[in-house]
Nanobody
């Protein structure tokens, strides 16, 4: 399975971005997908996760109400709509997939990772 994240960029505080994560190869729709981020000199942290049906979503407290995770299994693509962006949201954003198991906030429990896309929010 290969994951490719894209859609990052430079945006002013209060702006929006939509990240996408396309899966290819031996894809599996019945898998939990997640978004993580890593700022310079900080550990990778959980942002959001979504069940394989899309019926259950989970968010880190710091993004609730601002970010929305979704997926389109027919397109093997997951999305992260980010609104009301803040400079503190600046980081490299990674998408990830678990081959089995339920949603998790722990990066180590995800089996596949995309290469990351840079999001920079200016003040």
């Amino acid at each position: 399975v290969q994951l490719q994240a894209y859609g990052g960029g430079l945006v002013q505080a209060g702006g929006s971005l939509r990240l996408s994560c396309a899966a290819s190869g031996r894809t599996f729709s019945s898998s939990v997908r997640g978004w993580f981020r890593q700022a310079p000199e900080k550990e990778r942290e959980f942002v959001a996760a979504i069940s394989w049906t899309g019926g259950f979503t989970y968010y880190a407290d710091f993004v609730k109400g601002r970010f929305t995770i979704s997926r389109d299994n027919a397109k093997n693509t997951m999305y992260l709509q980010m609104n009301s962006l803040e400079p503190e949201d600046t980081a490299v954003y990674y998408c990830a997939a678990r081959s089995r198991g339920s949603a998790s906030m722990a990066p180590m429990e995800y089996d596949y990772w995309g290469q990351g896309t840079q999001v920079t929010v200016s003040s």
